[in-house]
């Protein structure tokens, strides 16, 4: 009976309250009141642990339970009973008197661990992490459940193998900061409409650069190509439309031309009509050839305004074209920034972090040279709800929730030899991470 419990109804409530009756025999009672002082009375309860709460003819109270972060157990019908740091009595008694108090009248209860909190070991073992208690377990028996002591070897190659991930993340850096300084050299060259650019100062000479200098110098070419071709494109439209002007104000020069001859030819027929000399008929086509010529005229205005607006359309695609291609540079310019402003704050711990790396795989492989290497156990253990730490030997008793801390501390005399050939053993790290 694990689940999550309710409150029941009243009705069953008042049914488990009478279920019992006003009492049980003596003998029974007292048999089921010490079942936990049978088991052992000197335990104190806490986080982790399992117990088995069982309540003579309540089927639905009795299950297992686990003490929470907070030391109660969660029970049915009462909720929350806190039992941590009590013992096995106490919890029981406590249990009672929750149950007794408007739920059950004279309940019979027996507390059982079925499972004890875990213990802890880590720091220079094999395998660190939790592992269940047994009554007579000692911080040796404790080391040997987590694979022993951890092999000088063992140790050496992982942080060699951290040395090796420190100094490839410096190397990646620096090499991105190469690039990215090559290439904001490149675009500052664009935003200043060069066609050409030199490294960087200090980097003259730097055979790493060749690569990107190369390839910067050919986007750079590449880019400037294409904005000359369309600027090119572009430009060589305009003399186009210009000819195409030049030949419309031609046409309508011509046009107007005509206009005023059929307007004269008009006044000298409107006297002759007025005589009697001419017919009507004939300047009705006069009028009608020059109401052509107007239109003619009007229709070479449209395509004068036209190619004039052709003409501004042109000079504004133009503008926009070397705009963009700016923007373009610019918008470049300061993710390149960007990303060079985060290398540089993460370069000089990168750098620390490779360095302290080395110096503790040197330190540490002259040591397992030397075969000096001494250790020292720490248990840091509840007391009175307070964590307490202190040193003990192999022979030391555990208890549960103990956590045993193996710590590697060389001695005076091997710390002090390893001072001088550990930058040997860290130079041949270095050696090894460059490989």
Do not use: C, W
């Not at 750079?220 to 030949?247: F, H, N, V, Y």
């Not at 006069?286 to 501004?312: M, P, Q, S, T």
């Not at 923007?327 to 993460?346: C, H, K, P």
């Amino acid at each position: 009976m694990t689940g999550t419990p309710t409150r029941p109804p009243i009705q069953s409530r008042l049914r488990l309250r009478t279920l019992l009756g006003p009492a049980l025999p003596p003998l029974l009672a007292f048999g089921l009141t010490v079942a936990a002082a049978a088991q052992d009375a000197s335990y104190r309860l806490g986080p982790g642990d399992r117990v088995n709460v069982s309540v003579f003819g309540q089927a639905e109270l009795t299950g297992e339970y686990t003490v929470g972060g907070g030391g109660h157990l969660f029970l049915p019908l009462v909720g929350e009973v806190a039992v941590g740091g009590m013992t096995l009595p106490d919890a029981q008694a406590r249990v009672v008197e929750r149950l007794a108090d408007g739920f059950l009248q004279q309940p019979v209860v027996s507390l059982r661990v079925t499972e004890m909190r875990p213990f802890y070991v880590l720091g220079d073992v094999r395998s660190p992490g939790s592992f269940p208690f047994r009554y007579g377990a000692s911080v040796l028996s404790g080391i040997a459940l987590a694979g022993g002591f951890a092999e000088p070897q063992q140790v050496q190659l992982g942080q060699r193998t951290d040395f090796l991930a420190a100094d490839e993340r410096v190397r990646v850096l620096e090499a991105n900061r190469r690039l990215l300084t090559v290439r904001r050299a490149r675009l500052e060259a664009q935003r200043r409409d060069k066609d050409a650019f030199e490294p960087p100062p200090g980097m003259d000479g730097d055979p790493r650069l060749t690569a990107a200098l190369v390839e910067e110098r050919e986007i750079l070419k590449g880019q400037r190509g294409a904005l000359d071709q369309s600027l090119d494109l572009l430009r060589a439209q305009k003399p186009r439309l210009e000819s195409e002007i030049t030949g419309v104000q031609a046409q309508r020069a011509s046009e107007e031309t005509q206009l005023r001859l059929i307007q004269a030819h008009m006044e000298d027929y409107e006297k002759l009509m007025a005589s009697g000399l001419a017919r009507r008929y004939q300047g009705i086509e006069f009028a009608r050839e020059e109401a052509r010529n107007k239109a003619a005229i009007a229709r070479l205005n449209a395509d004068l305004a036209r190619l004039d607006l052709a003409i501004g359309d042109l000079a504004l695609r133009i503008q926009d074209t070397v705009e963009a291609y700016r923007r373009r540079v610019m918008a470049d310019l300061q993710d390149v920034t960007g990303r060079l402003n985060e290398i540089e704050t993460q370069l000089p711990s990168a750098r620390e972090i490779r360095e302290a790396r080395l110096q503790a795989g040197g330190a540490l492989g002259t040591l397992a040279q030397q075969g000096s290497l001494a250790r020292k156990v720490f248990i840091t253990r509840l007391r009175d709800g307070n964590p307490e730490t202190f040193e003990a030997d192999e022979r030391a008793a555990l208890m549960p929730g103990d956590i045993v801390e193996v710590r590697r501390e060389p001695p005076a005399r091997a710390a002090q030899a390893a001072l001088e050939p550990a930058g040997q053993v860290a130079g041949q790290i270095a050696a090894a991470g460059t490989r």
